[in-house]
Nanobody, 122 residues
Framework: VQLQASGGGLVQAGDSLRLSCTAS????????AAWFRQTPDKEREFVGA????????YYADSLAGRFSISRDNALNTVFLQMNGLRPEDTALYYCAADRDQISSHATDFGSWGQGTQVTVSS
């Protein structure tokens, strides 16, 4: 499956943003999906994950309550809704998918999108 992330941009602190991750080459309903983020000085960080059907979702403790993941399998798309954005949320956001694995570990996901930049100004 090929993944294309989009929706990033420059926003102000407190704003909301929704990222999209659209799949091609296969049906996304067969995959668990996740979002990670990375800055130049840090390792890739888990944001959240969602099961194939969307029945369960998981988040990094520090982000639960502000970020939420959803999916529309009919559109072959997974979304990341980010509310109350802070400057420390500035990062390159990646979507990932895997048929079998779902976890907070980037190495468990076999397919990755190219990333979309989110920049939050103070």
């Amino acid at each position: 499956v090929q993944l294309q992330a989009s929706g990033g941009g420059l926003v102000q602190a407190g704003d909301s943003l929704r990222l999209s991750c659209t799949a091609s080459g296969d049906t996304l309903r067969s995959y668990n999906a996740a979002w990670f983020r990375q800055t130049p000085d840090k390792e890739r960080e888990f944001v959240g994950a969602i099961t194939r059907t969307g029945g369960s979702d998981y988040y990094a403790d520090s982000l639960a309550g502000r970020f939420s993941i959803s999916r529309d399998n009919a559109l072959n798309t997974v979304f990341l809704q980010m509310n109350g954005l802070r400057p420390e949320d500035t990062a390159l956001y990646y979507c990932a998918a895997d048929r079998d694995q779902i976890s907070s570990h980037a190495t468990d996901f076999g397919s990755w999108g190219q990333g979309t930049q989110v920049t939050v100004s103070s």
